[in-house]
């Protein structure tokens, strides 16, 4: 096996030409609490690694058009200590709090969470639900991509050859809105999402759910957007009838696998459960903001 | 098991500054900080448990800001400041831990203390949820976490560390005689002192039960000029080694067939880079997979293929108790439980991987190792490598966690063989899942039981057949198949009793000695009927447990009589009134909170201390010198749980001296006698007893030397000795006294071998000199739309006979309670699938319940001090108190542990279906 070349260069469009130009495999080194483990368990093998936490655009979060932008490189400990990222939007802040223990929580990034492609990794449910977007640089430039779209399966991404995602960016909260995340694991902390369940939702000023989104992560391939779930709420004053229907929506949508956390039965039970209990978070939130 | 660990060529000078002081070191940037802590600059302070960012102990501070150490590439860290444990001072985070007993085996202490100092440099005085989550990476497996907790809440409190005086040693809080050592770094654990220019070994290790051929090894050495030496099974003297020397099934590396997934083949010798970089796919070894044998109802199958071609019906062993006749009094009972219990593989998951480096001296080889059993080392690798046994010389180093899991061979005879060929030193340190996979594991158990009350709840019989699953060699499986029968039924009064148990050999790694050997799985079975009884005669369950309770003068099932030291009743009665609080407590939560249901469940538990019949002496030695150092010669090794304080503590209140005058020789082959293996939670009852002895003779001769009587007392202030007799005072000049070969002028010894006789066919006889009793009760939550079980709340009653260290032995009991835990709700090992720290789940400081611990004392006249034991007993009663209280929270009878959350919902469905 041949020395890892490892890099670290102070801006996105040299972190890119470096990608661009590797041989072998070349690997984007965020926290590294994904990376490094792979590489010591010799799933992955990088000719090339590419530290991007000297990229000081990559570890700030700042007002983006009434929303945030939240460089990829940045930790969840910071994401947790931002007082106005938390009340816009606390189903992701408290989504990114949950990775991993204090001994992880300042290096591991959300970048890193999402580009890992981990179906239970914790923040992407709680992006998608708040209709994140990424900033995905190339050697062909820069795109929009919806943050739902850079998974396409466990480990598999959609990001191209020299390709990495610089920032994800929050909207604006709408008015009268609220984010949940709550994820099952069988110890109290410190372990892989059984399921996790991420809810965003808008009233009108009646109290009437005008808007939702739904997602689910580990219980399927990669992070699920149910919109059945959704539906159930939008038009209803989020009671008992439209939980119960959130809920069944919600579980009918799991394609789980059986493993040593759960089985199908109880991953799907879970998600009805879960997504219920986020609901209910968010409506409360919802209703007093 | 996995070779990509160190690809690191194309060194760089990376400079960075630790512990204040500016260093470069050239390494390649991918190189993980830990390592280049450890090895390039010899801060071995910093300890890895995984190498994966799950255990925590290789935190340190980077900027300020606590990390795990494993996680950072070198190159990230340039220009950064680094600090570890090394680089904290002693100060009042560290007294408290050491007045708190924070750190048993100590391994998890140097990350505990960084990630405490981070929090308190900006939270000085944080809550106990503040504690909780800022340590909360930190795994420990040894203390149940709240010693910890109450240090960290502690820092700056009172000093009650003070050296209690003369004779008061006993009973008293003493700080541990080995603690500072372990909370500055410098306690050196197995992987800690390796000598520099040391080879390493690595194992290739099967990927299944398989046949194997070893292919032409000439590319392999071509293509790794560093790599010295290849071991195969030929190359060992003796390739087979044991727990009982009649019973050596195992060998040190597969013969052409391994057994389990996990079992060496080939052991490579070389420089430590060289063996980084081999591949175990270029190993020419080729596999062909047999019909392996996997679960007890494959072993017993009547077709299935046997595990070992000598042992038919895949049968081990069997033991068994029959008193009374239980089939008779079957039909005089008013109620009957029955049921069969699974209990699952688990892993010790000790912090400390297997780790230790061996040398050759002329003639002779040395071993340093972390062990639980430096004589047994010395002896099997001794047999392995063809020796004398005192040719072996076994030095243990600080043991970083053992619960019995380092009481069998592992790294001892293939680095002792690999020095001896090579004339230098070889080290070996086991990574995580090289560990899992290889080490030995708590029996998974399947027991069918039955017992019978009368209509006032008196038990009147009961019948237990417990089979074993013991893996691919006996180990210690014969200690697990005749220590159950005897525990089979629970500490009862019962005087019709038929009780089995059997092990059977399957494909899987051996199943060994795990803290209670057997009793624990079996607890959960006599538990469960005994709530059952409870309920169909509606008694009380604590009620009908003191009932029954053993009280002295009793007879056992195998028709002991007890003695005076017998305190279930007691601690039954300790629990009472919490007890019926927290039935109250729990019918106003449930009332109001319909998410979570609240239960309350009881568990009782007796152990036998020290082995099952055979005769397990203890020997102590004790010298005076010359400057009046007192050196106690102590065989018995400290793996956490605190015997070397425990044994100070006796000595100094036998002599009449400080306890800090007592210093220690510990485990060493050369230098103490055999004090028999540190489990069975017998060193404090057999070793301290043995210590004690030793303490007396010292004593008798000095009191001979002035021709004192026997109530004079001592002082020793340096090399004056005065022995005060009444009026008479007379000063012992020790410089005029003569000298022995170890440089002792006085010396004392002591032997204890508990008297135990062995059973007959029946299983009738004395196994035990004395037992452990106590109860503890749980208090639960379970959110019963998760399945998802949280423990609030422990109380756990334990008759010790003598707490010769409070804080120790409380230590001991929280430590049992979050193992007990972790056997009731989280921990199954599964071959391939659970071999590392992320998918094997162990408690973490979160899952820990709070804790009252009530020490009974009903002295044990044989005991030192009236002191028994506590090790294995603190984790005895947990699970079946937690699954009780699962039941009364859910009324769902749990029969399969681990309770995982899907597993406890589909009970909790299937009851809601079968209810309507
Ligand atoms: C002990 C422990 C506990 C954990 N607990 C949790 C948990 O509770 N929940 C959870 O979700 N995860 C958990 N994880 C997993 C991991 O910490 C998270 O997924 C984390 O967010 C990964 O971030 P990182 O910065 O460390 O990623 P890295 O390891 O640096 O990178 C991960 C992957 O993404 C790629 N990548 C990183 N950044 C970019 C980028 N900007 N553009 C393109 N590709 C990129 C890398 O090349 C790599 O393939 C845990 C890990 C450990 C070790
Ligand atoms: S060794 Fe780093 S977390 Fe275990
Ligand atoms: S004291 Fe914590 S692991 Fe042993």
Redesign the interface.
């Known amino acids: 096996m041949n020395a890892i070349q490892y890099e670290a260069p102070g801006s996105v469009e040299d972190a890119v030409a470096l990608l661009a130009q590797a041989n072998g495999e070349a690997r984007v080194l965020a926290g590294g609490t994904d990376l490094l483990v792979q590489m010591r368990a010799g799933l992955v093998r990088p000719g090339l690694i590419v530290d991007v936490k000297k990229i000081f655009d990559m570890t700030l979060i700042a007002p983006d058009d009434g929303g945030f932008r939240i460089g990829a490189a940045t930790c969840g400990e910071r994401i947790g200590a931002n007082n106005s990222l938390r009340a816009a939007w606390p189903g992701v802040v408290e989504a990114a709090k949950l990775i991993g223990s204090t001994q992880i929580q300042s290096r591991a990034t959300i970048g890193g969470n999402l580009c890992n492609a981990s179906p239970a990794a914790d923040s992407v449910p709680a992006i998608i639900a708040a209709g994140g977007t990424c900033t995905v640089a190339g050697p062909d430039g820069r795109r929009d991509v919806a943050a739902g779209d850079i998974a396409t399966g466990p480990g598999q991404t959609s990001l191209g050859k020299g390709e990495m995602v610089v920032d994800i960016r929050l909207p604006a909260r709408p008015p009268r809105s609220g984010s949940a995340y709550l994820r099952f694991i069988p110890r109290t902390e410190m372990d892989i999402a059984v399921v996790g369940a991420g809810v965003c939702l808008s009233l009108d000023e009646g109290g009437v759910c005008t808007a939702a989104r739904v997602t689910l992560g580990a219980v399927a391939p990669k992070v699920l957007v149910v919109e059945a779930a959704a539906d159930a709420l939008i038009g209803t004053p989020v009671d008992e009838t439209a939980l119960q229907a959130l809920a069944a929506a919600a579980s009918a949508a799991c394609e789980p696998i059986d493993d040593i956390r759960g089985t199908v039965e109880f991953r799907t039970k879970v998600a009805g459960v879960l997504a219920r209990r986020a609901a209910g978070i968010a409506l409360e939130r919802a209703g007093s903001n | 098991m996995?070779?990509?660990?160190a690809?690191?060529?194309?060194a760089e000078a990376i400079a960075f500054t630790v512990n204040g002081r500016p260093i470069t070191v050239a390494a390649?940037?991918?190189k993980?900080l830990a390592a280049a802590l450890r090895d390039d600059l010899g801060l071995t302070g910093t300890k890895v448990g995984c190498?994966?960012?799950?255990c925590?102990a290789c935190?340190v501070l980077i900027d300020g800001?606590?990390?795990?150490s494993?996680?950072?590439?070198l190159?990230?860290i340039a220009g950064s400041e680094v600090t570890t444990v090394e680089g904290l001072e002693f100060g009042p985070l560290q007294a408290a831990f050491h007045r708190h007993g924070a750190a048993q085996c100590g391994i998890c202490a140097p990350?505990l203390l960084i990630?405490a100092t981070?929090l308190l440099r900006h939270t000085p005085a944080p809550t106990e949820q503040e504690v909780a989550?800022?340590?909360?990476?930190?795994l420990c497996r040894c203390t149940g976490y709240r010693k910890i907790v109450d240090a960290v809440l502690d820092v700056g409190g009172d000093d009650g560390g003070k050296v209690p005086s003369s004779g008061a040693a006993v009973g008293a809080r003493t700080v541990k005689v080995d603690g500072i050592a372990k909370l500055t770094g410098e306690a050196r654990f197995g992987a800690d002192a390796v000598p520099t220019g040391a080879l390493w070994l690595k194992a290739v290790r099967a990927p299944y039960p398989a046949r194997f051929t070893v292919g032409e090894l000439g590319p392999l050495r071509a293509a790794h000029p560093g790599l010295v030496r290849v071991l195969a099974a030929a190359d060992l003297p003796c390739n087979a080694f044991g727990i009982y020397p009649e019973l050596r099934d195992q060998p040190v590396l597969a013969d052409g067939l391994a057994r389990y997934r996990g079992e060496a083949v080939l052991a490579l010798v070389g420089d430590r880079d060289s063996l980084a970089?081999v591949?175990a796919g270029s190993v020419p070894v080729s596999y062909e997979p047999i019909q392996a044998v996997h679960g007890l109802d494959a072993a017993m199958a009547k077709d299935a293929p046997r595990v070992q071609a000598d042992k038919p019906g895949n049968l081990l062993v069997e033991g068994g108790v029959v008193s009374g006749d239980a089939d008779r009094a079957w039909a005089d009972c008013a109620a009957l439980a029955e049921g069969v219990f699974e209990t699952s593989a688990v892993e010790h998951a000790y912090i400390e991987p297997e780790a230790g480096w061996a040398r050759r001296t002329g003639d002779r080889i040395e071993i340093h190792v972390s062990t639980q059993t430096p004589y047994m080392d010395r002896d099997e690798t001794a047999h392995v490598l063809g020796l004398a046994p005192d040719q072996v010389r076994i030095v243990p180093t600080t043991c970083g966690g053992g619960f019995g899991g380092k009481l069998d061979l592992l790294v001892q005879p293939l680095i002792a063989r690999a020095a001896w060929l090579e004339g230098r030193p070889v080290a070996w340190v086991l990574d995580r899942?090289e560990s899992m996979a290889a080490s030995t594991k708590r029996h998974a158990a399947r027991i069918t039981a039955r017992i019978g009350a009368d209509d006032e709840g008196r038990l009147r019989a009961a019948s237990v057949d417990a089979v074993f699953d013991t893996g691919a060699y006996a180990s210690w499986g014969p200690t697990v198949a005749g220590r159950v029968p005897i525990h089979g039924c629970g500490p009862y009064r019962l005087a019709n009793v038929r009780a089995r148990g059997r092990a059977y050999f399957t494909n899987t790694a051996p199943a060994g000695a795990f803290r209670g050997f057997g009793v624990p799985q079996t607890a959960i079975a006599h538990e469960a009927l005994i709530d059952d009884l409870a309920a169909s005669l509606n008694i009380d369950r604590l009620e009908i447990r003191s009932r029954n309770a053993l009280r002295p003068g009793d007879r056992t099932a195998t028709g002991q009589v007890l003695g005076d030291s017998v305190g279930l009743a007691a601690c039954l009665e300790a629990l009472l009134p919490d007890w019926h609080a927290a039935l109250a407590e729990a019918e106003a939560f449930n009332a109001a909170d319909p998410r979570s249901r609240r239960g309350v469940g009881i568990g009782c538990m007796w152990y036998g201390i020290g082995n099952t019949a055979p005769s397990n002496p203890s020997t102590m030695r004790l010298a005076l010198s010359r400057d009046g150092t007192l050196t106690l010669y102590n065989g018995a090794v400290d793996i956490g749980q605190g015997s070397s304080t425990v044994l100070a503590q006796v000595v100094a209140d036998t002599l009449g001296v400080p306890v800090d005058r007592v210093r220690m020789v510990v485990g060493d082959t050369d230098r103490t006698d055999d004090a028999g293996k540190t489990s069975a939670s017998r060193q404090t009852f057999i070793s301290g007893r043995a210590a004690q002895l030793a303490g007396e003779d010292l004593t008798q001769r000095i009191l001979r030397l002035v021709n004192a009587g026997a109530d004079a007392s001592l002082d020793l202030d340096g090399p004056s000795l005065t022995v005060t007799d009444g009026g008479a005072r007379h000063r012992i000049d020790l410089t005029a006294l003569p000298e022995d070969a170890d440089g002792a002028v006085l010396a004392g010894a002591g032997r204890f071998d508990p008297p135990t006789t062995p059973l007959d066919a029946d299983g009738q006889g004395t196994p035990y000199a004395t037992y452990a009793f106590a109860a503890q009760m749980a208090v639960v939550d379970v959110d019963l739309?998760?399945?998802?079980t949280?423990p609030v709340y422990i109380h756990a009653a334990h008759d010790v006979g003598r707490a010769i260290n409070p804080t120790l032995t409380e230590g001991q009991i929280h430590g049992g309670i979050a193992q007990g835990l972790g056997l009731a709700?989280?921990e199954?090992y599964?071959p391939g699938?659970?071999e590392n720290l992320?998918?094997y789940?162990i408690?973490?400081?979160?899952?820990m319940p709070g804790i009252t611990v009530t020490l009974i004392e009903q002295a044990e006249p044989l005991g030192p001090f009236g002191a028994k034991g506590v090790g294995e007993p603190a984790l005895i009663p947990t699970a079946p108190a937690i699954l009780g209280a699962i039941r009364h929270a859910t009324g769902v009878r749990v029969t399969r542990v681990p309770a995982?959350?899907?597993r406890l919902?589909?009970a909790i469905r299937d009851m809601e279906r079968a209810n309507g």
Request: proline share 9%; glycine share 12%.
């Open positions: 996995n070779d990509a660990t690809p690191i060529a194309g390649a940037p991918a993980r190498d994966a960012g799950d925590g935190t800001a606590q990390f795990c494993c996680l950072v590439p190159g990230r990350g990630a981070d989550d800022a340590l909360g990476g930190v970089l591949d899942p739309a998760l399945g998802m949280r709700l989280m199954e599964l699938r659970t992320h998918d789940l408690p973490t400081f979160c899952d995982l959350p899907h919902r589909a």
